[in-house]
C-alpha cells in the first residue's frame, strides 16, 4: 500500500489519474516515478526461488515477479477501477490470454462476445477449444441469449463494451447477476470505456481488461495490457500467468503508460467531444450511409450509453458504398488522419474492415449472427479514432476523401 492510498481512494479521477500508485522517492524526493530497468534486485536476507514464495511482502527480487515502476501503474490502475489489485502483461493479448489459461481448464465453458477484438476472438474459438474448453459465442448486447448460453459447466463470460468494431455495447450490470447466478465470473474488456467512462467492477463485473495500448497509454508508442479485480484471482494471474508464461511489461512501457494516465481525464473529455462533432459531420455527409457512435441519440443503445458511460470515447465507425476504394484513397490522400490500426492515440487513424473478411478470419458467424452484425455494419464499416486534432481539421480530411 502507498502512503497516500486510502486519501487517493476519496479524491477525484484526475487527481487519482495523476498521483494513483506513485510517490516522491525516498533517497532522492524525486516527484516524478522513476524508471527502474533492473532486472534483478539485491536480496539481504534469502527468498524463495518459486512463484508461489511470492507474497505480497515480498521485497522484489527479479522483475517477471515484480518491478517498482510496473508496479506503480498496477497500482494507478487499481485506483482507477476501484479494485483491489492489478497484474500487467506485454500487451491486451497478453492480458487477455492470461485470464483465458489462467481461469479455465479442460471441461470448462466460456460464453463470448460474438463481436470483440478479433484476436480474442479468434484465440477463444481456434485456440481454447485445443485444450478441451468450450466456447459459446453469442451477441452480448442481447440479455436473453446470454441467459440462454449459460450452462452448469461455464466458468466465465467475457464481454467488451463498447465492442470493436461496431460500438455494440453489452449490459454489465444485467449480465453480472445472470452470471453469478449460473455460478459463472464475469469479465469486461474495457479498452473503448476507459475508466473514465464506466467502471465495470463496480457494476458487478469481476475483472476488467485493458489494453494499455490504447487510450490509457494515449500516445501510440507503448503496448501493454491489464487485468484489475480480486487479489485471489490477481495473484493467480501474477503466478500462472506472468510468472510461469512470462509475458510480463516492460519497465520502459509502464513509465510511458503512467506518464500517459496522468493525462487520462482531459484527453478523453477532448476525444468525446471531437468525436461528436465528427459523427454529426459524418451524419451529415451525402456518401455516409450509417454512423455508430454511442453518444449519438441515432446509436441503437444511446439509452444504455447514457446510463452506463460517462463519457462516449472517441470511437466511431460508418458505413460507405465501395468502402475498399475509398480506403485506396485513404492510404494515399490523407493528410491529417492516418491510415492505420489501433485506436486510442492522439493523432486520428482510420482502417476499413470488410464485413465478409472479417467474418471469414475472426468472427465465423452462424446465418443469423452475421444478419445481425450487418444490420450494424453492412459489407463493411470504417473504424475512426478520433484524435486530439482540430476537430474542423480532422472533418477536412475526410470530406477530401470521401465521394459527393
Ligand atoms: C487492441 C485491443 C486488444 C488487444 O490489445 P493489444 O495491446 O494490441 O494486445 C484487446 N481488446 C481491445 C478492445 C482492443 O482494442
Known amino acids: 500500500m502507498n502512503d497516500n492510498e486510502h486519501v487517493l481512494s476519496s479524491t477525484g479521477l484526475s487527481t487519482q489519474c495523476i498521483h494513483g500508485g506513485e510517490r516522491p522517492d525516498p533517497l532522492t524526493g524525486a516527484s516524478s516515478p522513476n524508471l527502474v530497468m533492473s532486472s534483478t534486485f539485491t536480496v539481504d536476507e534469502p527468498v524463495g526461488f518459486s512463484a508461489n514464495a511470492l507474497t505480497d511482502a515480498a521485497p522484489f527480487v527479479y522483475t517477471r515477479w515484480g518491478n517498482p515502476t510496473v508496479q506503480q501503474l498496477e497500482r494507478k490502475l487499481a485506483l482507477l477501477e476501484s479494485g483491489p489489485d492489478c497484474q500487467c502483461f506485454a ?22 462476445s460474438d463481436t470483440c477484438y478479433a484476436g480474442i476472438a479468434e484465440f477463444a474459438r481456434h485456440g481454447l477449444p485445443r485444450y478441451g474448453i468450450e466456447v459459446s459465442a453469442v451477441d452480448t448486447s442481447d440479455v436473453r441469449a446470454v441467459e440462454d448460453a449459460l450452462r452448469d459447466d461455464t466458468r466465465l463470460v467475457w464481454i467488451e463494451t463498447p465492442a470493436n468494431p461496431i460500438l455494440k455495447l453489452s449490459d454489465i450490470e444485467a449480465i453480472s447477476k445472470l452470471a453469478h447466478d449460473a455460478g459463472a465470473l464475469l469479465a469486461v474488456d474495457s479498452t473503448f470505456a476507459t475508466p473514465v467512462a464506466t467502471k465495470p467492477l463496480l457494476r458487478g463485473a469481476d475483472l476488467v481488461m485493458h489494453s494499455l495500448t490504447k487510450y490509457l497509454g494515449g500516445h501510440g508508442d507503448a503496448l501493454g495490457g491489464a487485468v484489475i ?28 503508460i503512467l506518464r500517459g494516465i496522468a493525462t487520462l481525464k482531459l484527453r478523453m473529455a477532448a476525444h468525446q467531444s471531437n468525436a461528436l462533432s465528427v459523427a454529426r459531420f459524418l451524419e451529415d455527409h451525402p456518401a455516409v450511409k450509417r454512423v455508430l457512435y454511442p453518444g449519438l441519440p441515432s446509436h441503437p443503445q444511446h439509452d444504455l450509453a ?3 458511460m460517462e463519457n462516449f470515447s472517441g470511437m466511431v465507425s460508418f458505413q460507405v458504398d465501395d468502402g475498399a476504394a475509398i480506403s485506396r484513397k485513404m492510404m494515399s490522400s490523407l493528410e491529417v488522419i492516418h491510415y492505420a490500426v489501433s485506436l486510442g492515440h492522439h493523432r486520428s487513424l482510420v482502417y476499413w474492415l470488410d464485413t465478409n473478411e472479417l467474418n471469414e478470419n475472426s468472427f465465423q458467424f452462424d446465418s443469423t449472427g452475421l444478419a445481425r452484425y450487418r444490420e450494424f455494419a453492412g459489407d463493411g464499416i470504417f473504424r475512426l479514432s478520433v484524435g486530439l486534432e482540430d476537430a474542423e481539421d480532422i472533418q477536412a480530411d475526410l470530406d477530401r476523401v470521401l465521394p459527393g
Open 91 to 112: 500487451s491486451g493479448m497478453g492480458a487477455a490470454s492470461a485470464t483465458f489459461l489462467s481461469l479455465l481448464e479442460t471441461g470448462d465453458h466460456l460464453v463470448l
Open 229 to 256: 479485480g480480486p487479489s485471489d484471482i490477481i495473484g493467480r494471474l501474477r503466478r500462472e500467468a506472468a510468472i510461469h508464461h512470462g509475458g510480463v511489461l516492460s519497465p520502459f512501457n509502464a513509465w510511458l
Open 306 to 308: 447514457k446510463t452506463q
